[in-house]
């Protein structure tokens, strides 16, 4: 069974259908739980949940429909991506950020924006929530010495905290600095447009918490 579910905010969609519900299910055992980020892996994990024999939750973010920079390649029929290996899709040695849906395309910004400041951000989109890709996370955070995870739904109970840990426990020796988040505010998503760009993470707040945790 492959459950499809239009998650996620930043369209002025409404108060209950833009939050983003991927650790109230992670949190549940037995879902297999997909978060592409562009319409290629989108692709690639829909054909392996359809070929698993486990239920899978695939979380469609609403912001990332019809956008120029969630299209990609039409990578063939046969194209299948497996669940659990996250995607580099910006290499740096300053900072790790590790994200997925919506935060992906922030923390590229940021990554781009930031180069002209000396800063080189590397870029991981996990792709799936559960499971979630513990190695290449590792890997990276080895590498540049830092890592903020950025994430859409709200901080408290959000699944950033539990990347978080893992990189704390797993990684302590060779953090330069704390394992920060970014996240939506502890609340439900506001109609109103101003309330909403309040509550959810923006541009700037992802860029400038990336930029503080490099200078640390």
């Known amino acids: 069974m492959v459950v499809r579910i ?9 108060p ?16 297999y739980i ?3 980020s562009n319409a290629t892996d989108a692709k690639g994990l829909i054909k392996t949940a359809c070929r698993m024999d486990d239920p899978v939750l695939f979380l469609e973010h609403k912001g990332l429909y019809r956008q120029v920079y969630s299209k990609g390649p039409e990578p063939g029929p046969d194209y299948l991506l497996a669940f659990g290996k996250a995607r580099v899709t910006r290499e740096g040695d300053s900072v790790t950020a590790i994200t997925w849906g919506s935060g992906v395309i922030r923390c590229e910004r940021a990554a781009d924006a930031l180069k002209d400041e ?90 400038q918490g990336i930029r503080e945790l490099a200078l640390y």
């Open 118 to 207: 000396g800063i080189s951000v590397e870029v991981i989109d996990l792709r799936t929530i559960v499971p979630w890709d513990h190695e290449t996370v590792l890997a990276s955070v080895r590498k540049t010495g830092k890592a903020i995870v950025v994430h859409e739904a709200i901080m408290t109970g959000g699944f950033g905290g539990e990347v978080a840990s893992f990189i704390a426990r797993e990684a302590f020796e060779h953090l330069d600095g704390p394992v920060e988040r970014i996240a939506a505010k502890d609340c439900h998503i506001a109609y109103a447009p101003g309330m909403e760009a309040d509550i959810l993470p923006s541009q700037e707040q992802v860029t």
């Open 16 to 31: 209950f259908h833009s939050q983003c519900i991927e650790a109230l299910y992670a949190h549940t055992p037995g879902w």
């Open 34 to 36: 997909a978060y592409p």
């Open 6 to 14: 239009a998650v996620g905010g930043y369209i002025r969609g409404g």
